[in-house]
């Protein structure tokens, strides 16, 4: 099955900070989405984002399909950002399931 | 739109026994998913449904777990004969299929299994 990387699994950063999130995914995907889970458990959905470039707020996230790749981009970051972040792909619009990979791990300090 | 429903949120129970969980879909979204996440991992499919037919199936998904989505609204998950490697978070997520498929969750079920 297709295999997805994110990296790197843990990030530990000071409040106002930047940083980029990576996925990696192993073969060609028709879709992909990032998603962050809160401390509670709680995801959400952030992005779909099967090719180019959408921000939402501080967020913004790129998907290279070409180069099967996927960055997410957190800008002036709050700790309220804490969490873990997944991106999740899917082979076949019709296939109904999608591959998580194991996640970043993000711990905004104030 | 209440988004994903699920209940209970915790489940706690002894080994052998048989556990039930229920997922309230988004109203007008016509797929259904089950994935189970244990701790430090992302989650992993189980199955989906359209509407009410259960269209894929994981092999993960042992012959004691069950999932039923009759009337094609909300969706039962269950695990007969519980072990303990079962314990972990069940998640559900809806969709409406087209074009832009976004996957929205629910809060989970969490189940421990002593």
């Known amino acids: 099955g297709i295999q997805v990387e994110q990296s790197p699994p843990d990030l530990i950063l000071q409040e106002g900070a930047n940083s980029t999130l990576r996925c990696n995914f192993s073969?060609?995907?028709?879709?992909l989405q990032w998603f962050h889970q809160n401390p509670w458990g709680q995801l959400i959905n952030l992005f779909y984002?099967?090719?180019g470039t959408k921000q939402n707020g501080r967020l913004s996230a790129t998907t290279v399909a070409t180069e099967r790749y996927s960055l997410l981009y957190i800008s002036s970051s709050q700790t309220t950002d804490s969490g873990v972040y997944f991106c999740?792909?899917?082979?076949?619009?019709?296939?109904?399931?999608?591959?998580f990979g194991d996640g970043t791990t993000l711990t905004v300090k104030p | 739109d209440t988004g994903v429903s699920q209940d209970p949120r915790h489940k706690i129970t002894k080994r052998g026994q048989n556990v039930t969980f229920r997922c309230d879909p988004i109203s007008e979204h016509n797929r259904l998913y089950w994935y189970r996440q244990t701790l430090g991992q992302g989650p992993e499919f189980l199955t989906y449904f359209q509407n009410e037919a259960q269209l894929e199936k994981s092999r993960l998904l042992s012959d004691r777990f069950s999932a039923e989505r009759p009337k094609g609204s909300f969706s039962t998950l269950e695990i007969q004969r519980t072990e303990q490697g079962d314990s972990a978070m069940y998640l559900c997520?809806?969709?409406?299929?087209?074009?832009?498929?976004?996957?929205?969750f629910g809060s989970g079920t969490q189940l421990s299994v002593l």
């Open positions: 073969d060609s995907v028709n879709n």
């Open positions: 999740a792909v899917e082979l076949d619009t019709n296939a109904g399931k999608s591959t």
């Open positions: 997520a809806s969709s409406l299929s087209g074009p832009v498929e976004k996957l929205f």
């Open positions: 984002i099967p090719s």
